[in-house]
DNA sequence: CTGAAAGCGCTTACAG
DNA sequence: CTGAAAGCGCTTACAG
């Protein structure tokens, strides 16, 4: 049963003597390199097989220079943005044999400064840095490490290579599709100001709608969510058609405070969210129409950055900015798209 | 500024040479381990931390047998409950210098296959399991590994070590509550009865009330909250004053169907959850009372126990349960605890 | 076509 | 007290 875990490792010694060959000639063959009798060749893969030899990925490291290991370094700990940007990472590099080590150092440089030495000393070939948000980097200085640094949804340095989510496009698509709908007089209520996703959202809202409503900004919750809506309709005037919320909770808090108040969504206001964050949005009555940031794809494409760093392939240095995706399900009206 | 990481690395000869000695006495001064004058063991590692040695762990791990690289396996995409596991293994692992691999697999056998091969030609010292409920196993074979392997919150062998939440003790928990707050007709809302789970919660919660009132099985989600509040709500008889929920989704939902009956919580009913998870607990109006499994803590000590096992230190075998926690908040009554 | 040797960066008996 | 040598498990020139 071997529960402790103490089967003798195989190595190539095993294999070669199993063969009948020398090391250096079981290596070649197992490697497709060098020159031998095919017969020789496929002797020696078929005897590795049948003993179960799998090289230890250790020694090779060690001459090639490569441990076909990264690192992934965030502070996001409840890994709500991080998750899916592992995700993607995870499988753009599964196919390259790639591992990866998952270093949560929440704000604290100390940690962060183990982990990434930690890192170093285990040789990974590359590292990607990524976060919470946008405009904040790690608390930890990626800036003159031995292996390739990559960003991906967190503040990189000037010169290095970024990836993120294209916020103006967002809310771009936000807006269209409520005036899709039908909307004219659309609200955007949103997080706080210092966040750079807020402006740039805001920015590309007041621009779409000709600025003529103004933004509300407040905090990333449900509860102000509900506030903005108590504001609104208690205030005189005219009220709102459409609501772009800045998240998924801000828009689930106004979706419930306007059936609170006895007004249909979507059939007297539609509204939108941001993040498309199932556990949110799919819960929400009606469930929600959102912005995804498509985030999956953003650690796809950051892994496969690092990767080709690590290879010393060239790549463009700067931020890449990455489309995001309309998802609709109720909450707008529309047909659902199906996911 | 060497941006595509090209530094070349310090080795155990720098330091040597640096230091005018050989590098058997600078490994040995380093690792404080044979015999040398004071003053050069002192000059030795005072040089090394001047040009900047960091031991190269994959050499280490050539010789030592030990990569100080630990793998976690989890078919939980969400993260909803590998996340806080991985934080404690991380946490209780990091002080030790080893790294951990997170390897997500979904439900794809193929995909587990590649990556426990990855790990192990890596050298992996220890692999934990873990997944999003305790009654199934990953969908991977684990038991005949050359390391060890350490369950948490996910099926194991049946002599292997694992590690669980103690689900009855924590719905005796909120039973409790309920009764300590002066709740007499408690009704419990669930998951689906295949549920591990579920079924120990459930038996538990009748030996707690005397089992006079039925156990409600549904699906994990605030609709079936909300339908379980209209079912019993529309039904004659005389109303419970208290909802013990499987998870903080249903009680999210039952809160809110109350809400919108004008039953007020906690002042005529007091629910309570399960799960603590805090995006849905503490954005619930009022916030949830719910019952923590405590799985950072249980990711701590499965991380310390691969420890052990890897460094052959006796473990004993089986599974063991954690103690749950409750957390107090407002859906209850009483005075919340501090978190 | 195949193998002996050197070497990746370390550690650890073993000499001196 | 210090260093030369062997070796961890591999790969890669280089001989033959």
Redesign the pocket.
């Known amino acids: 049963m071997n529960i402790g875990g103490s089967r003798k490792?195989?190595?190539?010694?095993?294999?070669?003597a199993a063969a009948?060959?020398?090391?250096?000639?079981?290596?070649?063959?197992?490697?497709n390199?060098?020159?031998?009798?095919?017969?020789?060749?496929e002797r020696v893969k078929r005897v590795a097989s049948e003993i179960g030899?799998?090289?230890?990925a250790?020694?090779?490291?060690?001459?090639?220079?490569r441990s076909f290991t990264i690192g992934l370094l965030t502070n996001d700990t409840y890994g709500r943005f991080t998750l899916p940007v592992m995700a993607g990472v995870a499988e753009a590099l599964v196919d390259h044999g790639v591992s990866v080590f998952l270093c949560a150092i929440e704000d604290d440089p100390a940690l962060g400064q183990i982990h990434v030495e930690a890192m170093l000393d285990k040789q990974v070939d590359g590292i990607i840095a990524t976060g919470k948000r946008i405009d904040r980097s790690l608390p930890v200085d990626l800036s003159n490490l031995p292996v390739p640094v990559v960003y991906a949804f967190t503040e990189g340095r000037p010169d290095s290579v970024s990836f993120r989510s294209d916020d103006a496009q967002g809310a771009e698509l936000a807006v269209e599709w409520l005036s899709r709908m039908g909307r004219r007089r659309i609200v955007h209520l949103t997080g706080p100001q210092d966040f750079f996703s807020v402006r740039e959202r805001a920015d590309a809202y007041s621009k779409a709608t000709g600025g003529m409503e103004p933004v509300l900004y407040g905090v990333w919750s449900e509860s102000w969510g509900h506030e903005a809506v108590a504001r609104i309709w208690s205030a005189p005037g005219e009220k709102p058609d459409g609501l772009f919320c800045g998240n998924d909770q801000i828009a689930r808090g106004a979706v419930d405070a306007l059936r609170e108040r006895g007004i249909k969504v979507p059939q007297d206001v539609s509204v939108i969210g941001f993040d498309n964050w199932e556990i949110v949005a799919a819960q929400t009555r009606p469930p929600l129409t959102t912005v995804d940031m498509e985030l999956k794809e953003l650690g796809r494409q950051a892994g496969l950055t690092v990767l080709a760093l690590a290879e010393g392939r060239p790549v463009e240095r700067g931020v890449r900015k990455l489309p995001c995706r309309l998802v609709v399900r109720q909450s707008c009206g529309g047909k659902p798209s199906e996911e």
Do not use: E, Q, W, Y
């Open positions: 490792r195989i190595t190539i010694h095993d294999v070669a009948g060959v020398s090391i250096s000639t079981a290596s070649k063959a197992l490697n390199n060098g020159r031998m009798g095919d017969d020789t060749r030899f799998r090289p230890n250790l020694a090779r490291g060690l001459l090639s220079k």
